[in-house]
């Protein structure tokens, strides 16, 4: 790709950034952040490419627009940062009494011993980290709960299946009900403001 050409590029991904996604309409925006979007994942997938050879330049042209587009599209308001930082910590402030209970007595027939929190601690680290490198979506609180079920199994002090009926319906329904409220939530404020 030529210098110019790519200079143009970061041109119009600078000009889009600073003066389109200011005065376009939302449907616009929406669709011009996606093909943005796009743009920015198919300059990453290009430079690992094989098959493709660039030359020095291109690449650190290349490197420089990809910048710019994410730049553009990969942020998050500190409003909503703000906002999820508060829910989080309030959610722990009313809710962690029943959750510590939940996960450490009620899963089991017998309290947690040491051993058991260490191993379920341990395997819930790996999956996590796991889950992270792979670039996976998992909840924290389900690997934990899943990984204290399998220390009470493994050490054949048995399950409290009601417990874990509970927690199974929690995981099945999470996903349909955050769907739900987070639609209507998106429908009342794009009506409401």
């Known amino acids: ?39 920015s994942e198919a300059i990453r997938f290009l430079a690992k490419s094989d098959q493709v050879k660039l030359d020095a330049q291109t690449r650190d042209h290349l490197a420089s627009f990809k910048t710019l587009i994410d730049a553009a599209t990969m942020f998050i308001p500190v409003w909503i940062k703000v906002a999820v930082a508060i829910a989080l910590g309030l959610g722990t402030m009313v809710g962690w009494k029943r959750i510590v209970v939940t996960v450490g007595e009620k899963i089991g027939k017998t309290h947690l011993t040491y051993a058991q929190g260490a191993s379920a601690e341990l395997v819930a680290m790996a999956t996590i980290g796991a889950a ?60 409401v403001f």
């Open 132 to 191: 992270d490198m792979f670039g996976l979506p998992v909840s924290t609180t389900h690997v934990l709960s899943s990984g204290v079920a399998g220390t009470m199994a493994a050490s054949r002090s048995g399950l409290q299946m009601a417990t874990i009926r509970n927690l199974l319906m929690a995981w099945v329904l999470t996903l349909p009900a955050a769907i739900l409220l987070s639609g209507s939530l998106y429908w009342l404020f794009t009506h």
């Open 1 to 39: 790709m030529p210098a110019d050409q790519t200079t143009q590029f970061a041109a119009v991904a600078h000009a889009t950034r600073e003066s389109l996604l200011r005065s376009a309409p939302g449907a616009v925006v929406a669709n011009v952040r996606n093909d943005m979007y796009l743009a």
